[in-house]
């Protein structure tokens, strides 16, 4: 058995030598604002954008500066006014309850099952109990619940689903591009997401005044009709000057980028399954470990791997991360009392309203996660996966 891996899990592949060239064509000729155009050029921020809506079907496709200014954004867009409850899922990322935070709303956070997905019996009270108009569901991890049901309670009580897809990018539902069932979808294409600009980030929507409000929002001035994948310039009339600019705009070279890896990543997805299967298939049948269920109907992209430990204390869980640190495997615990680097839980984030969520508590305090970065390999995934093993079958309890 191998001691140590010596593989870095925040280590992406190089961007494609095709997006490096498009990216030097554009320093070249120096019109990196998106609005910086020769006489009809077609810029690459606009050609992303048309791009991003082939891919997932979507009618309207903003890019912008980064995942969380799309969700913002796209609150802003749905018209979530400061004091307005916003239902979330309390298995999320930061970017989530910070987008809601920013808007100067009140997040309703909702349990999460040991699917790691949202509480549909929770929802449903909750969604009752606030009167939130809108669900920022965050499809964490790749985790996306049974979305028909999502789409059921909604409809019911009323809310719009703003769909947060930072690590859904690429996957569905039922055939479903993921983002495709709510009012929007927000998408990351920061460093360790599925498309590399460093930051970055889309809104997608059908709703052209939604799509509309969410361009004049990000600071396209007076010139939207420059837009590759947006609703038609009579849209923009009656809100052209009401609509503030809280800029984040992308820009032409990240577009550049991006363009090259978005027509690759199907195949990316695909390499990712490889990844996710070998480390499930390294981990199945072992006692006091459990798996993360998963629907059958979802695609789910394999970017993160997460399992859990229920039966074990805290102070057994963290010496499993020690010793897993030790042999080279970087694993990340959603139970640990303060927020490590990315990791944190709805615990930790004192400006929104903490509530007592047991379900959710129990099921992060048994979670771990690690990244599975393309640079890995099926055989690094057996060895990391045979270093967890052993560490797991010596703990006590
Ligand atoms: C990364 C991420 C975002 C958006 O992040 P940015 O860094 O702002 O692009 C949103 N939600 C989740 C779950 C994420 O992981």
Known sequence: MVHRFEGSFTQQEPIPEAAVDAATEVLRHGRLHRYNLAEREVGEASLLERDFAAFTGARYVLATTSGGYALATALRA??????????????????????????????VFVETTESLTIDFVHLDEMAEKSGARVLMLSHMRGHQPDMDRVMHIARDRGFVVI?????????????????????????????????????????????????????????????????????????FEDMRNSTPNISGRMDNLRAAILRPQLAALPERVRRWAGLHDAMEDGLRDLRGLSLIERHQDLMRVGSSFQFRLPDHEANEIENLVERCARRGVELKWFGAARAHGFTSTYRHWAYADAPELPQTDQVMAGLLDMRLPLTFSRGDCETIAGIIREEVTGMRG
């Open 78 to 107: 749905h018209g979530v006014r400061p004091g307005d409850a916003v239902l979330s899922n309390a298995f999320t990322l930061a970017p989530v309850p910070g987008a809601i935070a920013s808007v100067g709303a009140r997040v």
């Open 163 to 235: 769909e947060d897809c930072a690590h859904t990018m690429g996957g569905s539902w039922r055939g479903v591009v993921s983002g495709r069932h709510g009012g929007s979808a927000c998408y990351s294409t920061q460093t360790y997401k599925h498309i590399n600009s460093g930051e970055g980030g889309f809104l997608a929507t059908d709703d052209p005044d939604v799509a509309a409000r969410a361009t004049l929002l990000s600071g396209s001035y007076m010139l939207y009709e420059r837009h590759g994948a947006g609703p038609n310039t009579d849209v």
